[in-house]
Structure formats: structure tokens, C-alpha cells
């Protein structure tokens, strides 16, 4: 499902109560907990036993979303860069059910910094497995070593170019664009990894970031014309959320965080709400990369690159 310009960014301004929209069959996502501290949290995954560093852990950023398992405990541990420790959080059941308030009919559990302690003292060295990989906190030392999925040069035009001038989009040129080159829609680089739960991305451009400005990402079957879903990553707010769009969905939901700078862009993109959504379509699964910028009454969308869904997001 293709956003509509107008339609999008009513929804942007109308809050996330509105981009919560659940469908039924993700109704196990209502309850999330949310990043109060200001470190990034590693949610341990309930199966474990304890917090050690071979166990599995899901990330939080700093203001950011994750769907747990209602009035169930929670435990992990905060980073932050340059701390010589790692501050832990263990939450009971009960516990849980006394944090956790509800607005517009989702469950939300705040932590906060009164909720970590010390005790027992644990050193990010022993954890270095698991704070390698990158975090979604605005800091792109994660990303310098990693090769870039999709790499373009400064100038290179876009694959596809499309208009909206009010009465609909229609296909365009580079040379009939007012936006391209502008408010970042010309990227340079696109990189993604993949772990077990999450799927994480980043991108550079060329030009400032603007406030205005998307990113898409069209997933298509293998031999489809027509996405099954749309993610959509708005600059509007940092921190911010992943957006995915379904055909049957008249609204999108909340798929994953993201954050924003000048010229950069990343993003955790969750697996089991995207897996649900697309009713486990995403085998083989096509990702078309497009960016998209809208001012004075204008909205252009330039389509940059086409590549299979395990070749943009790797282990």
C-alpha cells in the first residue's frame, strides 16, 4: 500500500494513539514498554534464565517502544557510551502490573532510572557480543565498518520519479522535480543488519535531512507487482517510529524506532510485527528503496534502488 501525501501527514500530526491501530491478528502487540532512561535498554528475553551475555536481548532506545508480553516480569540491563558499568532492571510481575498504564486502549510500562541499579555489577566488556551491533541512538560509530547494501554517487539520478501536485500521483521526471537533491532525498549509502528478532537500518545523504521528508521501503513478493507492505521511516521526529502500512489496514501500525540527525538516519525494524502483518510473505521478499519530500503544496518521491530483502538486511 502506497501512502497518500495528504493522508500521511494528517496522520503524522494526529499522534501516536492513532498510529497504534491494531489489526486483530496483531492484538498481542497492545502492551509495549517504553525507554524513560537515558541509556539504551537490553530487554532480556523471558525464556532466559539470567542476565548473561550468551542469552538473547531485544534493544530499546532512549524514548522508544517495544511490544512485551503483558504482566510478565522484565529484566536486562542500560548502556550508555563511556560508562564503565551496566546498570541493571528486574521487574517482577506484580511490579509490571503497577507501572503499567493504559491510553487509547494500548498498555504502556515506563522505565525509568529510578528502576536500574548496580547491583550486581556487570562491565561492557563482558557484554561486547551484544553491544556490537548498532543502536538506534543517533551515534553512527556502529555503522563506519559495515558495508553499505546500496552505495550511490553524488548526482546519480533516481530509478523512478513520481509528482502529486493535488490531483493525484503521477510519474515524473528528474528534470520536471522542484525536491530532488533537497531535504535528503538523494542518499549515499544504505546499509541493514539482521539479528533473530530485529531488523536494523541506516542511511546517509547527501543533502540535510529534512523535517518533511521519508523514507520507503516497498516490499514486494518475489514476482509481485504490488507491495504487500510499506514501511515508511519519517524525518519528522527523532527519536521517532517505523511506520508499516498493509493493504488491509486502513491506518498503519507502529513497527519499530528510529532516529535522525543532519545527514544520517537508523532504524530497528521489528521482526514478529512485520512477520504478522505480511502473513509470513516476506520469503524472498524485494525491497524497493524510495525517499520522498513535500513543501508548498508539492510532494515528489524518487524511487533509488530495487535489492532482495536478504541482501539489504545481513547477518
Do not use: C
Request: proline share 6%; net charge negative; charged share 20%.
Amino acid at each position: 500500500m502506497t501512502p497518500n501525501p495528504i493522508a500521511r501527514s494528517i496522520l503524522l500530526g494526529a499522534g501516536l494513539a492513532l498510529a497504534l491501530a491494531i489489526a486483530p491478528d496483531l492484538a498481542a502487540f497492545e502492551t509495549y514498554l517504553v525507554n524513560r532512561t537515558t541509556g539504551t535498554l537490553y530487554v532480556l528475553d523471558a525464556a532466559a534464565a539470567d542476565i548473561t551475555p550468551d542469552a538473547r536481548y531485544r534493544q530499546v532506545p532512549v524514548d522508544g517502544l517495544l511490544p512485551v508480553v503483558a504482566n510478565s516480569a522484565l529484566r536486562g540491563f542500560s548502556f550508555e557510551r563511556g560508562s564503565f558499568s551496566l546498570s541493571t532492571f528486574s521487574l517482577t510481575a506484580d511490579r509490571v502490573r503497577a507501572l503499567t498504564s493504559r491510553q487509547a486502549g494500548r498498555a504502556y510500562i515506563p522505565i525509568e532510572a529510578r528502576h536500574l541499579s548496580p547491583d550486581p555489577a556487570l562491565l561492557p566488556s563482558g557484554f561486547a557480543d551484544v553491544l556490537a551491533l548498532p543502536r538506534i541512538d543517533n551515534q553512527y560509530l556502529d555503522w563506519v565498518a559495515r558495508d553499505a547494501q546500496i552505495a550511490r554517487g553524488r548526482g546519480r539520478p533516481p530509478i523512478g520519479t513520481f509528482a502529486d501536485f493535488g490531483d493525484g500521483r503521477e510519474q515524473s521526471t528528474v528534470d520536471q522535480t522542484l525536491l530532488w537533491g533537497r531535504g535528503g532525498t538523494d542518499l549515499q549509502w544504505v546499509k541493514g543488519v539482521a539479528t533473530d528478532t530485529d531488523f536494523y537500518l541506516a542511511i546517509s545523504a547527501y543533502s540535510s535531512i529534512g523535517s518533511r521528508t521519508s523514507l520507503f521501503l516497498y516490499l514486494y513478493e518475489r514476482d509481485g507487482t504490488v507491495p504487500i507492505a510499506t514501511l515508511e521511516l519519517p524525518a519528522t521526529h527523532s527519536p521517532g517510529f517505523v511506520f508499516l502500512w498493509v493493504p488491509t489496514l486502513p491506518e498503519p501500525i507502529v513497527a519499530g524506532n528510529l532516529a535522525v540527525s543532519e545527514f544520517f538516519l537508523e532504524a530497528q525494524i521489528w521482526r514478529d510485527v512485520l512477520g504478522i502483518a505480511t502473513n509470513g510473505r516476506l520469503v524472498d521478499a524485494v525491497v524497493e528503496v524510495a525517499t520522498a519530500n513535500s513543501s508548498a503544496g508539492i510532494w515528489e518521491e524518487f524511487v533509488l534502488a530495487r535489492i532482495a530483502m536478504e541482501s539489504l538486511f545481513v547477518r
